[in-house]
């Protein structure tokens, strides 16, 4: 058996989209791949999206909310952003790590604009089913999907990022 890769799934607050992510890697590749997760910031382990994954039977119940700094020291093959300011941010990561931006929509963010206009909670699920089973079509083309587009970051400086609206 070959080396397991290392995939670390980077997502703004570490509590939806890359939780799930996370979850699907393990239940779907663990043979192939060592997956984690973290945030730019720490939002705590969203419950729909827990609950959304147990019904199709993924238990994410114990998984933890992180911050990507507990990854800076971690060798990693990939860091693969689901959301768009994880990506646009500016995060110092382990040197020679590949990057790869697959971005999600927000479920929660999408749940709380269903909630301003009436939606009942059970509408409110909608988005994060949808967006489960996106994360899991991605997942299902790991690790070959990674291959394409690569960028690596070429040292653990932080760079400048003073351009970059993710860092304030």
Known sequence: MSKKIKILYLCTGN?????IAEGWTRALKSDEIEVFSAGIETHGLNPCAVSVMAEVGVDISKQQSQLWEAFA????????TV?????????????????????????PKLARGMAEQGASEEEQMKPY????????????????????????????????????????
């Open 15 to 19: 509590s939806c989209r890359s939780q």
């Open 73 to 80: 020291e971690q060798e990693l093959d990939w860091v693969v």
């Open 83 to 107: 959301c768009g300011h994880a990506h646009e941010s500016c995060p110092v990561l382990p040197a020679g790590v590949r990057v790869k931006h697959v971005g999600f929509e927000d479920p």
């Open 129 to 168: 089913r949808r967006v489960r089973d996106e994360i899991r079509d991605f997942v299902e083309t790991l690790p070959e999907s990674l291959e394409p587009e690569v960028s690596r970051l070429s040292s653990l400086d932080m760079p400048d990022c003073s351009q970059c609206s993710g860092c304030s």
